[in-house]
């Protein structure tokens, strides 16, 4: 079994075949968490993992770039489109957690790619610790977006662990890594694991990264509808694919492809608290 802990199928780009999708997926023995971006998203994953018993779960969340005004620029399978500004509104994202299908706050963080000022940039730092907080109120793991921005990311998340007034301590991942050595290292002695995407399969820019980091600490993706691994690159990306995520680490590490997909199956389950 995988579980793809990064899709969006809650996403327009499967809006006519999402349930398609996760038919393939349970007969491929594969599981999967909806992430959300904002608030309509977010909602939608909820709806989505509500209609099913297990093997489908919710992140709900305010993605950074939805936190400023852009043009944001995606890629082959979906439009570019213009981020509408949304403030963070605990009173409706509470409600949107009160679903056991929610099982982390996500995707949050820092996007310095889109943010193209001072005031934008403070404006997603404000979005992300209020989630943060928010998270850690509900006790629940985050997941992390961050672009370019990982010196400010991690300032954020050493001072709210150290003035923490919660008594478990703030847990999640880093999606879709691509930082250096070093934020690889820090992310995972802040208590953090680390996921990757299809991306490794067309680049070896992250391979020393997977190599030392503990399978213990990995987990696998697809960020579907986007960047689709080798074979597939240029179509829609789907969960189906997060086998290949899995077969590349495994080739990496110079282990088994069983041996990743029952470790960072585990690591879900742990962090996410998956039933």
Known sequence: MLIDTHAHLNFNAFKDDHNQVIDQCFKNDIQLINVGSQYETSKRAVEIAERYKTGVWAAIGLHPIHAIPNQVDVNEVEPSFKSRP???????????????????????????????????????????????????????????HCREAWKDLVKILKFEIRNSKFEIPLRGTAHFFSGTKEDAREMIELGFLISFTGVITFTKAYDEIIKETPLEKLMVE???????????????????????????????????????????TQNAKTLFKLN
């Open 86 to 144: 949304e403030e963070f509104d605990a009173k409706k994202y509470e409600i949107l957690a009160k679903s056991k299908k929610v099982v982390a706050i996500g995707e949050i963080g820092l996007d310095y790619t889109y943010a193209k000022t001072e005031e934008d940039k403070e404006a997603q730092k404000k979005s992300f610790k209020q989630q943060v907080l928010f998270a850690q109120k509900l006790n629940l793991p985050i997941i992390i």
């Open 222 to 264: 697809t960020d579907c509808p986007y960047v689709a691994p080798v074979p597939f690159r240029g179509k829609k990306n789907l969960p189906l694919y997060v086998k290949y995520v899995a077969e590349r680490i495994a080739e990496i590490k110079g282990i088994g492809f069983q041996e990743v997909a029952q470790v960072t």
